[in-house]
């Protein structure tokens, strides 16, 4: 089980450079874990390549129905109060974005803490690092 940062996860739902990679290490291991507030950010990233041309009208929607899929078979960590602690305490600690703060801040609530021999999954080097230094074992797919 590992937890999936949003930049991870939109590569699974509209073909980027890093597709197969993000597919293939959902394959070895299908139990995502993520933020309750995901969906929306990989929903932001959708909306945002259909603005900039990047999708059709006819791949945006194809795109938000996969992202409808996958989002119904993760778990959502909702314990908002300990993310928003954990996130506060990550942000005087690295630098991060607070969107970041609070996916990092999620994996450690999903894992009460406890993250050594738990992957975090993201495209991000600046989130990686501050995960890896929290002690998740960093995994960018290649």
Known sequence: MRFWDSS????LVVEQPSSAACRSLL???ARVVA????ESEVLGALCRLGREGF????GLAAAM???DRHGTRWTKVTAYDDVREEAARLLR?????SVDALQLGAAL????GRPRLRGFV??????????????FEAVRPR
């Not at 991870?8 to 590569?11: F, M």
């Not at 993201?122 to 501050?130: I, N, V």
Request: proline share 5%.
């Open 93 to 97: 600690a690295y630098p991060l974005t």
């Open 8 to 11: 991870a996860l939109v590569p």
């Open 65 to 67: 129905g996969r992202l």
């Open 122 to 135: 993201a495209l991000d080097g600046r989130l990686l690092g501050a995960a890896a230094a929290e002690g």
């Open 35 to 38: 933020w309750a507030f995901t």
């Open 55 to 58: 999708l059709t009208a006819d």
């Open 27 to 29: 394959r070895s291991d």
């Open 109 to 112: 609530v999903a894992f009460d």
